[in-house]
């Protein structure tokens, strides 16, 4: 017996008809086998994603969205106004896929299809940034240059190593500045390059496996570095370790709480999930288990 009644497939109608072909045939035989419905829908705009998500939100009891963090952000802003949104299901058809990442969806589409069809469905936190939301995280300093500064035809050629070359340049580039910094009302003076609120645990592909960064416990993780030397540059990459103890790293500082303020002497470009279209000063909050999503079955759960 079917687990849905209406399922539906949001899929990128500008990503070029083979991909968006790739995507249906790849992902939609997986959906449909749970599913007594299924409908496949073409956007073309953040905006027709956005109004089609709030439509759907009443009608279907399982959305599946395929495309990169950009096109999971816009997803997330629209369900986040609803009250009950139905399941959200990513399907990873972008460049570096984040918070699929984060949730351990698989990379293939085939693979991600069958795993979120037949996985669970758990409760995911989303934030708010200054009347938006996001769900992976929100930065200023580096990570917003790194995106900007990125080639269009550079990453349509090579991808998430666009991310990384982009990156390393911004580091050599950017000199510390103030950040006047407040978690859950407790205010702390930094001097950094980069500040960095986490909901998820992976960024540019760049996965950090420490145990605080989880997505369902209602906490955000904030990261200074203040630094761009390479001694810095190596405790960030390092934190891609397992029991890596961050509190003996000299150039990161790490914080955890539940609304967390970023202010800076001038307007600063705000990065969240990629997307740039936001300036400190940046209120943001935890929005526990804001969102229910579909993830692999755990291992614990099999068999």
Known sequence: MPKFKHSVLLYNGQAGASTADSVISMTAPAIAAVSEKLELIQTNSPEELRAACRTLAADAD??????????????????????????LGIIPSGTCNDFARTLDIPMDLTLAAEELAGGVIKGIDAASINGHSFLNFAGIGIITDASTNIDIQFKERYGKLSYFMS????MRQTEPFPIHLSVDGVKHEENGVLALVMNGKSIGTHSFPMDSIDPSDGLLDVFIIQTSSIAAILEWFSLSKPDVPIEELAHIRHYQGTRVGIETDEPLDIDTDGEI??????DIEILPQKLKMFVPTPLEMEG
């Open 62 to 87: 399982a959305l599946f969205v395929a495309g990169g963090d950009g096109t999971i952000h816009d997803a997330v802003q629209a369900l986040s106004d609803v009250s009950a949104p139905p399941p």
């Open 167 to 170: 990156g390393l340049q911004s």
């Open 277 to 282: 279209y936001l300036k400190t000063p940046a």
